[in-house]
């Protein structure tokens, strides 16, 4: 299973839709063991992240019809979405400003004024690997989405991942997660 697993990681990312789908299955696959409080990944979570991967691939199944954010941040309440502050909150850009990100509801979570000073105009997987962190799932879901929507748009989704670098993009690809840390180490939201 475990060399299965590598193959697979190996083989599946070399256009921005492989790579993209492949860490959308990853994340519903994480989502399912972190729900079931799991140490580590088991084979039917395998099966999961195999068969979402397919059909999204093959356009069966697309990334709206699996979940609902919205009502998600509102469960999670009022606190930074990075740490779990409550106190000096304010609303951070997933996708920066600066970079074409965009003042509405999908591209804005909480985060306390030091989280928010810290990320900057960063990507948020490069800012969370220069913290040696992982973002909770919950977030990182809604940066694949906006990443998904965005390539969809400018119509990147067959370009290989290689043609995105240096391009000015409010993310960077190549640092889209492609292999996720066991559950026991995820968490859904702070
Ligand atoms: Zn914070």
């Not at 697993?5 to 299955?25: G, H, N």
């Not at 990944?41 to 979402?52: K, S, T, V």
Request: positive net charge.
């Amino acid at each position: 299973m475990i060399c299965e697993d590598r193959k697979m990681i190996k083989r599946e990312y070399k256009t921005v839709r492989e790579r993209l789908f492949w860490s959308y299955a990853n994340l519903a696959m994480a989502h399912t063991a972190v729900e079931r409080s799991q140490d580590q990944y088991a084979a039917f979570n395998y099966m999961i992240r195999a068969r979402l991967f397919k059909r999204l691939i093959d356009g069966t199944m697309n990334i709206r019809t699996l979940f609902d954010d919205e009502k998600i941040k509102l469960l999670s309440g009022q606190k930074c979405s990075y740490c779990g502050s409550k106190d000096n909150l304010a609303l951070d850009h997933l996708f920066s400003q600066k970079y074409g990100g965009r003042d509405i509801g999908d591209n804005l979570i909480y985060a306390c004024r030091t989280c928010n000073s810290s990320k900057g105009k960063k990507d948020l997987m490069e800012w969370m690997d220069s913290r040696r962190m992982f973002p909770p799932l919950m977030i990182l879901r809604r940066y694949l989405k906006l990443i998904i929507e965005f390539c969809i748009q400018e119509n990147l989704m067959d370009s290989f991942v290689e043609d995105l670098r240096n391009k000015n993009y409010p993310f960077n690809i190549e640092r889209v997660p492609i292999d996720f840390p066991k559950p026991n180490l995820l968490k859904m939201t702070t």
